[in-house]
């Protein structure tokens, strides 16, 4: 019989035992990111849906609500409590379908960086109103004023659409679905 040989185990040999170990890792990392990332689709979906449809729904109480902040004239007011649910409920849908999902947040933070500013505002300026963000809106009594609530909510709102800029392909989505046939197409 012939010898057996012996070979002495290297650097590289160990490296690639653990190799298994790297890759699941990474493949779980990846599972973990892509379902945060659906989670933050469909969240910040939700939100800009059920404000939006809270705000069709009760339009006159809307108009009160952007009157209330003070900054703009009447007619400025009619065109933006006219136009923002719309702009919601479109972001919202959107955002369901996964469709220009790095563009619908960018906007959506945008928006929201615009409501923090106008909330903020409010408050330095002592004003007692209700931001009108999901229905109400218009003035309240002094103690009922929640600008830092507020604030805080949108700012968790903000950082879902700083999610979805950062990372903006998810799962069940139709910009998956466009650059998986886009790729195979290229393959072909």
């Not at 160990?14 to 990846?30: F, Q």
């Not at 505002?121 to 609530?149: E, K, M, N, P």
Request: glycine content about 12%; hydrophobic content about 45%; aromatic content about 8%.
């Amino acid at each position: 019989m012939g010898a057996r040989r012996c070979r002495r185990r290297t650097r590289t040999d160990r490296a690639d035992a653990h190799r298994p170990d790297r890759e699941r890792t990474r493949v779980n990392r990846r599972i973990a990111l892509d379902g945060a990332g659906a989670l933050a689709r469909l969240g910040l979906a939700a939100v800009w849906l059920i404000s939006g449809a809270i705000k069709v729904a009760d339009p006159d109480q809307f108009y009160g609500a952007v009157r209330a902040y003070q900054l703009f004239g009447g007619s400025v007011s009619s065109v933006l409590a006219a136009v923002i649910p719309f702009l919601e409920l479109a972001l919202g849908l959107l955002l369901v379908l996964g469709l220009g999902v790095r563009l619908v947040a960018v906007l959506s933070g945008l928006l929201l960086l615009a409501y923090i500013a106008g909330v903020a505002q409010s408050w330095a300026r002592g004003l007692t109103i209700d931001c009108g963000c999901f229905g109400g809106g218009g003035q309240v009594a002094a103690g009922q004023t929640h600008y830092g609530t507020e604030i805080l909510r949108d700012i968790g709102f903000l950082v879902l659409a700083a999610w979805l800029t950062w990372r903006p392909r998810t799962p069940l989505s139709l910009d998956g679905l466009f650059t998986r046939r886009t790729r195979s197409l290229g393959e072909a």
